[in-house]
């Protein structure tokens, strides 16, 4: 009896490149944020490292409307939301009737960042390692002025720390948790604007 015949080798699965895949579906919380006037892109879910970090539904935030994020925040899209809703309303009302401007420009000094807390060795993990923080140094305002956060007498009753004072009281409330100058050293040129899991909102 002859040899079988071989059949041929199957010919190899074509896989589609990234660029011509489908677009995946954008998260509720994405579509929110493009109503809500941000200019931001979804981000792949970072590494957990050995830390343990993780961020739900990544963006990097890069502009509010007309404010400029200075650099661009990577953050979990549900802060990010509530920064741009924070921005937008509460801070921006506020610059306009202290400073009588807008904002032209956000100065960020940190976001996503898998450490531990003040970035101490061995501390608990901080929020800024679950995208849920965000640290805010200054503005730059729409003609030309910039305003920084710095520790300020009480009693000063300048624009600026008048300003400082009530971004602190408006923050409380949206955010679980802000810090800046008062509340311990490692805050004294920063607000730290976290949603903490809380029972209450945490201010200093």
Request: aromatic content about 6%; some cysteine.
């Given at each position: 009896m002859a040899d079988p015949v071989p059949l041929p080798q199957p010919k190899p699965v074509e896989t589609v490149a990234n660029n011509d895949a489908p677009p995946q579906a954008a998260s509720t919380c994405a579509?929110?944020?493009?109503?809500?006037?941000?200019?931001?892109?979804?981000?792949?879910?970072?590494?957990?490292?050995?830390?343990?970090?993780?961020?739900?539904d990544p963006v990097q935030l890069e502009r509010i409307g007309d404010t400029r994020l200075s650099p661009a925040a990577t953050?979990?899209?549900?802060?990010?939301?509530?920064?741009?809703r924070f921005v937008r309303k509460p801070l921006r009302e506020e610059v306009r009737a202290t400073m009588n401007t807008e904002i032209a420009m956000l100065h960020v000094a940190a976001s996503y960042d898998c450490r531990g807390r003040?970035?101490?060795?061995?501390?608990?993990?901080?929020?800024?390692?679950?995208?849920?923080?965000?640290?805010?140094?200054?503005?730059?305002?729409?003609?030309?002025?910039d305003w920084a956060v710095s520790p300020r007498?009480?009693?000063?009753?300048?624009?600026?720390?008048?300003?400082?004072?009530?971004?602190?009281?408006?923050?409380?409330?949206?955010?679980?948790?802000?810090?800046?100058?008062g509340s311990d050293a490692y805050h004294d040129d920063h607000f730290?604007?976290?949603?903490?899991?809380?029972?209450?909102?945490?201010?200093?």
């Open positions: 579509v929110q944020l493009a109503e809500a006037g941000a200019v931001f892109r979804s981000l792949p879910v970072p590494d957990p490292g050995p830390l343990g970090c993780r961020i739900d953050l979990s899209c549900t802060t990010a939301l509530k920064l741009v003040n970035r101490q060795a061995g501390a608990k993990l901080s929020e800024h390692g679950y995208g849920r923080a965000i640290d805010v140094r200054g503005l730059t305002l729409a003609d030309g002025g007498d009480p009693k000063d009753t300048s624009p600026a720390a008048r300003f400082q004072r009530r971004v602190r009281a408006l923050a409380c409330g949206p955010f679980t948790t802000v810090l800046g100058p730290h604007f976290d949603l903490a899991p809380r029972n209450a909102a945490y201010c200093r």
